[in-house]
């Protein structure tokens, strides 16, 4: 068992334990197989009538019991698992599943939903399924899995806690001092961005790809005629290649999802956003520019740029100039900056 696996497993114990389980889980690996056979293992413990020690205090199914053997066959009256119907969640299997959530579970305390391959729903599915996230039934669990939180709504990404199954060997990000010379300190969640999301193993990979973040992190956060010549200098240099342009897709795309989880929070308090977001936010070392974007940029214009994110990534499959999707992506922060202030 990888070392995350068990975290993982140790974080939805102590959930089941204490009586706080969130009402929606985001499991993230690329490995299919293995995210199926996680999420079906955590839908079986949630269902279990008499869960078993496990090592290291976590808990798991009996495996004997009635719930763990129906959950097994998928035949559990309170199971629900939504998979892809050809290549995509269909809206119609979402608005059958806003009808079925609001009846209570028939066998247990819960009543568990499957969103398999969750980044296959469209607009109108992931709309239907924003519906039940912003009122969720308080009998109900949604453990969605994902190969990639990129795709998904920032919006359903803030409604879920995010699980993701790391992939480097040692468990940590770089050994051999290199990140040494970068300035920032590197959380979990951004530990886990740059494994799972942007699929980096290799070390150099990872150093170029944090090299990356900072310059674009930079360029963002300039002010006044320094954003000109910032502009020129981050698009000389993530014109390179089609790998660095998909990189850049991937990160900016990661300070848009912070800058909207900061709206929500911000929202929620009144306009005060939470000073500890360090358990939430992938950028966690650029707080400060995260809060000014969020204060500055509102939710239509923030909606607008990720559609523009979403066509850079169409643009990249059908081999479109580097040069050109990298000018999309770099111009929109040259408009923007009079309303950030």
Sequence with gaps: MSPNVSLIRKIMSKALQSGRLAHAYLIVDQKISARRKLVKQIASLLLCKKPLDGPEGSLEPCGTCTSCR???????????EIIPQGESIRIEQIRHLQKEVIFAPLEGKRRI????RAESMGPSASNALLKILEEPPSHTVLLLSASTSS???PTILSRCQVLRQARTRSGT???DGKTDSVSHKLNGNLVSFLENEL???????VYNALELRKKLLNF?????????LGFFDASSCLSLSRNTV???VAIINSVIRDVFLIRQLAARCHGKVEMDLSDR???????ELLVRLAQGLNYDTLVAYKKRLDLAQAMIDRNVKAEMITDMLLVFWLKSDSKIQ
């Design 199 to 205: 699929a980096l193993e290799d070390q150099d990979e």
């Design 281 to 287: 936010l992938i950028n966690i070392d650029s707080q």
């Design 246 to 248: 998909r990189l850049t």
């Design 70 to 80: 129906k959950a097994a066959l998928s035949i559990h009256p309170d199971l629900v």
């Design 151 to 153: 795709a998904l709504l």
């Design 113 to 116: 939903v499957i969103i398999d």
């Design 173 to 175: 990000l770089v050994s």
């Design 220 to 228: 963002i956060g300039r002010q006044g005629q320094g954003k000109l």
